[in-house]
């Protein structure tokens, strides 16, 4: 199944790919959440209510269900094992020093945010891409994504892999009616392809680098998510929230609310609140001041109950 994501077009209206939860949702008694029910109790207080969408958000034009645990098991995720577990990320393109930076701390948060060996493979070349499948547009090239994922994705996730993404230094689209999009992605095949390109406002500098960071984060960790089949989330304020364009995408937090995290904690079974402190030491590291409050809150929230 591919799948277009973040995606938003001038000229043709956003496309809506939705990932149907087919299962009614129900309370869960999962022995290994049951086994860390003082985490999930303590940080379940800190969710934050979703407010009615707006005319132009995701959920205004997209219905989705519910995924909670129960629903999540019965998908069948993908998990990590003996043979795949390790998550790639390759940068596609030229990039300045700067943005190499954003690509090495990406790579740790993804790491941190999955638990999982993550690695930043050597960047390759987009110029045989460039040279078939490209255009100019608005004065800038664009690649062809969708050649991009069947062409140099295709098969290339190393031996170990469970999930393979490839970060674009030049913009995309995805077919000609189209002006742009964020990213494309086969979660069945678990690789897809982003941009960096629109998620630094033209050109990335000391000024906005916060801001690039974190969308890329918030972009890395929602696509891989859906790699390891977690839905939009429509419980509460959540990185899987779905999002039309990037003024969506800046609000939504890094934070995976108490329901999401719950489906995560289930497929990895890593240490809740190690992965917590190693987010909330992330973002106070890198100044992304508002989600290390988000953070910081389960964190306080996590000792107390201890
Ligand atoms: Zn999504
Ligand atoms: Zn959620």
Redesign the pocket.
Known sequence: MTIL??SFSLTVSTLSFI?TCFFASCANEDPAIAHDSTYFNAIEDNDIALAAPKEGDWRYSHNEKRQDLKAYIKVNPVRPGADHSTIYLMPVGDFTSLQQTILKQVKKYVEIFFQMKTVLLPAVSDSAITAVASREHDGHIQLLAPYLLDSLLKDKCPRGGIALMAISAKDLYPKDSWNYVFGLASYTKRVGVSSIYRLQDGHLDTVNYKTCLTRLANISS??IG?MFSLH?CVYASCV?N??NGLSETDRSPLRLCSECQKKLFWNIAYNNKHRLKQLSDFCKNNSLQRDWLAFKADLDAVNQSN
Request: overall charge neutral; hydrophobic content about 20%; aromatic content about 10%.
């Open positions: 994501y973040r990932l929602h696509e859906h939009h899987m779905g999002s």
